[in-house]
T-cell receptor, first 112, second 119 residues
Framework: AAGVIQSPRHLIKEKRETATLKCYPI?????VYWYQQGPGQDPQFLISFYEKMQSDKGSIPDRFSAQQFSDYHSELNMSSLELGDSALYFCASRQSGRYEQFFGPGTRLTVL | AQKITQTQPGMFVQEKEAVTLDCTYDTSDQSYGLFWYKQPSSGEMIFLIY??????QNATEGRYSLNFQKARKSANLVISASQLGDSAMYFC????????????????FGKGMKLTVNP
């Protein structure tokens, strides 16, 4: 069965640089979520999209932005990276009418 | 705000034995749902099981079952016949914000607990 695809899987950036994380949801899933998991922490909700519109916003810094495109893939753009942004970033997708959220393998971002 | 509590930081179990992972929750909503996810050391977040608040029967998925006690606000995960590959972090989560009311159904997670299965 198709799963959520995230790219890149690993990313190393310097402070103040920018990063773009990509997410390709499971086919026919119309809702995408982004979560951030710091070392030894539980995942924290950042932002979500339903049918290409932002549906909810959590503890996402103003330096971050995201969007969902016409093909339902989503991108998380992160600017002015800080050391504290080092984390595992998950994308999850859900199909309307269902509750299960399926997570991608995550992008591990390291900011040096 | 909803809250998920996982009080066991870690557990050890012998291979082939059953184990129960505890999760309690707090919500004022009548309609809610609870999830369990497994996170191995490789980092991926694997969906295990889901229980809706109105589901009359406890959810089961293979070796996983959810002991849902609504009055006690607990949703414990039971793993039968533990395997070495079950060693991982386990997170309990609750969905928040109902889609029918314009919400996103985002997940709120507990702090997780580490399960180690010994041979």
């Amino acid at each position: 069965a198709a799963g959520v695809i995230q790219s890149p899987r690993h990313l190393i950036k310097e402070k103040r640089e920018t990063a773009t994380l990509k997410c390709y949801p499971i086919p026919r899933h119309d809702t995408v979520y982004w979560y951030q998991q710091g070392p030894g922490q539980d995942p924290q909700f950042l932002i979500s999209f339903y049918e290409k519109m932002q549906s909810d916003k959590g503890s996402i810094p103003d330096r971050f932005s995201a969007q969902q495109f016409s093909d339902y893939h989503s991108e998380l753009n992160m600017s002015s990276l800080e050391l504290g942004d080092s984390a595992l970033y998950f994308c999850a997708s859900r199909q309307s009418g269902r509750y299960e959220q399926f997570f991608g393998p995550g992008t591990r971002l390291t900011v040096l | 705000a909803q809250k998920i509590t996982q009080t066991q930081p870690g557990m050890f179990v012998q291979e082939k034995e059953a184990v129960t992972l505890d999760c309690t929750y707090d919500t004022s909503d009548q309609s809610y749902g609870l999830f369990w996810y497994k996170q191995p050391s490789s980092g991926e977040m694997i969906f295990l099981i889901y229980q809706g608040s109105y589901d009359e029967q406890n959810a089961t998925e293979g070796r996983y079952s959810l002991n849902f006690q609504k009055a006690r606000k607990s949703a414990n995960l039971v793993i039968s016949a533990s395997q070495l590959g079950d060693s991982a972090m386990y997170f309990c989560a609750m969905r928040e914000g109902r889609a029918s009311q314009g919400g996103s159904e985002k997940l709120v997670f507990g702090k997780g607990m580490k399960l180690t299965v010994n041979p």
